[in-house]
């Protein structure tokens, strides 16, 4: 089994219990002692969960806010926009999701021609319209935290749209796919995801074998713009 496969099995059990002792992981997944208490460092030091005596117990998924965001891998995050708005052409209609690595891709959209953007992200606006880009904002409720628009409201919006490219976020990237915490947000990103005739994820290194709450889009439903080498198991998971 590797390693990836374990951790998250370890966190399904956690998830489901809230907390666990050693023995029930050597248990459940046939390892060793050894193999089990590295397995919760890993997963400790990933802010995943806390060790207690005899075992460990479930840390809630964070999620930072959106000023936060913009100052962590800015570099990073902003290679990942310039190499995202190389894929637009003119003319062209876009979805870009709510976040600090989508919210790169616009000063690079300068120069393109006739393009328009349909986003859920309100902290997005005044950067698209400073650079006179067509721009349409979804309804919905207000997500301060995330400078987003999410929830019922935006999905019926978003079902009116279609799109030649779709730029998404994630929080988690893993073999199981691309995950966030909030159910809210999930509805706009799998919808958009549906919606685009090309879409991307544009995701920092940060995001490799993190878990989140929900997954929203399998590694099959796109392209992944990072700025470092993918790791091993998720790779292979998209070359399959």
């Known amino acids: ?49 806390r ?27 902003d290679r990942i926009g310039k190499k995202a708005a190389s894929y637009v052409k003119n003319g062209d209609t876009i979805f870009l999701d709510a976040g600090s690595t989508t919210e790169c891709v616009i000063k690079y959209l300068s120069g393109k021609e006739d393009v328009k953007v349909v986003t859920n992200g309100f902290t997005h606006i005044e950067e698209l319209t400073k650079r006179g ?43 199981d796919g691309y995950s966030t915490p909030d159910p809210e947000e999930v509805l706009v990103k799998s919808e958009a995801v549906k919606k685009g005739r090309k879409v991307f994820f544009l995701c920092d290194h940060s995001k490799f074998n993190e878990r989140s709450f929900i997954n929203f889009a399998s590694l099959k439903d796109g392209i992944l713009i990072t700025d470092s080498e993918i790791p091993k198991d998720i790779k292979e998971k998209m070359e399959e």
């Open 51 to 77: 060790r207690v005596h005899g075992g460990a117990v479930l840390i809630e998924d964070r999620e930072e806010n959106i000023d936060y965001k913009k100052l962590v891998f800015s570099e990073e995050k």
């Open 133 to 175: 880009i067509e721009t349409y904002l979804l309804g919905g409720k207000v997500k301060v935290k995330t400078g987003a628009v999410i929830g019922s409201t935006a999905l019926f919006s978003l079902k009116n749209y279609n799109f030649d490219v779709v730029f998404i976020g994630a929080n988690g990237i893993n073999f």
């Open 1 to 49: 089994m590797l390693n990836i496969q374990r951790y998250s099995l370890i966190l399904d059990l956690i998830k489901k219990r809230k907390n666990i002792r050693l023995n029930e992981i050597i248990e459940e997944l046939k390892v060793s002692e050894a193999t089990a208490r590295r397995d919760l460092n890993f997963l400790e030091e990933k802010g995943k969960i």
